[in-house]
């Protein structure tokens, strides 16, 4: 229980008609200042200064993108426990509720129409993976299987893009953070998420090859389409392994080995696929274990390629440390 001194300005921070909009908007999902400016109509600096007190206050966490910050509800601890207790007890038939409500749709639907922008632009490499006839559903099928049907209690995706592996494992973890170092991304993903009504999961822009440390301790930690975009994936899993929980464990989706040059030099691939070998001594590196593998061909012969799962799990807590 919170000392009463804490617990009266946490209520302070609370109590106070615009606050109360922010943490409901704030509960559907991430915000950007300069979005809660367009849906409330109040200044910059107004807006600002809420949301300051609500984050000093723990209700809501802050994290900084550049000159940028996006906000949204505490995820953990007492602060996040009452801002779901009163975000559930504002009344949606509410006036200025109301109002909110259809201007975050107007501000979601501009969103949506930037990141259509942004496809259009990269529609070409985007496609490229049906057009090598990769089974994309069957290997989400699989990510998902990986975790035994267990709900984890925090779930990181590195490199997480748009965001598409935290919408397919939404049933399977109570905190999701998806981690890219592309802003465009993180728009596409962040309008993605809201569409699918995900709003236990949070995307921030971070290196993923030097990984901050934050977002964790996590469970499980995703790899989907990523490794083969680094020139040393073993020291990329190695700073990753940093995130991870006593006895948790990675789900890595990559390609197999390939001859397929042009993905290198039209698309910015490093590596030409991981070897079963390779991941075993990266793993190992990391003090983790590969306790799963899966592949799935595209059955298109030389012109396609075979994607991998591997789930990699905590050494120790398989040794029984």
Request: net charge negative; hydrophobic share 45%; charged share 25%.
């Amino acid at each position: 229980m919170a000392e009463l001194a804490s617990l009266v300005g946490v209520l302070k921070a609370a109590g106070e008609d615009t606050r109360l909009r922010l943490l409901a908007l704030l509960a559907d999902g991430d915000h950007s200042v300069k979005d809660l400016t367009e849906i409330l109509k109040q200044s910059q600096p107004r807006v600002s200064r809420h949301l300051k007190l609500l984050a000093d206050a723990g209700l809501i966490e802050r994290n900084a993108e550049g000159a940028w910050a996006y906000y949204g509800l505490a995820q953990e601890g007492e602060g996040a426990e009452l801002a779901r207790w009163l975000v559930a007890r504002v009344e949606d038939e509410d006036p200025d509720r109301r109002r909110d409500v259809e201007r975050q749709q107007l501000v979601r639907q501009a969103q949506q129409a930037q990141a259509a922008d942004y496809f259009a632009k990269v529609a070409g490499s985007w496609n490229l993976l049906k057009t090598l006839h990769v089974p994309e559903e069957a290997v989400e099928a699989a990510v998902v299987a990986a975790l035994d049907g267990r709900v984890v209690d925090t779930l990181i995706d590195l490199g997480t893009g748009t965001g598409r592996m935290l919408e397919v494992l939404g049933g399977s973890y109570r905190r999701g953070i998806g981690i890219d170092s592309s802003r465009e991304m993180l728009t596409v993903a962040r309008a993605r998420l809201a569409q699918a009504g995900v709003q236990h999961a949070q995307v921030r822009l971070g290196d993923i090859g030097d990984v901050d440390l934050n977002p964790g301790p996590a469970d499980v930690i995703v790899i989907h389409q990523v490794m083969h975009y680094f020139d040393d994936p073993g020291r990329m899993l190695l700073s990753a392994r940093r995130l991870l929980k006593p006895g948790g464990q990675m789900i890595i989706v990559d390609f197999a080995p390939h001859d397929l040059e042009f993905l290198r030099t039209e698309h910015a691939h490093r590596r030409l696929g991981l070897s079963q070998a390779q991941m075993q001594g990266w793993a190992g590196g990391a003090e983790l274990a590969v306790d799963l593998v899966q592949e799935f061909p595209s059955g298109n012969g030389s012109r396609g390629l075979t994607v991998c799962l591997w789930r990699l799990s905590d050494v120790k807590k398989r040794n029984g440390q």
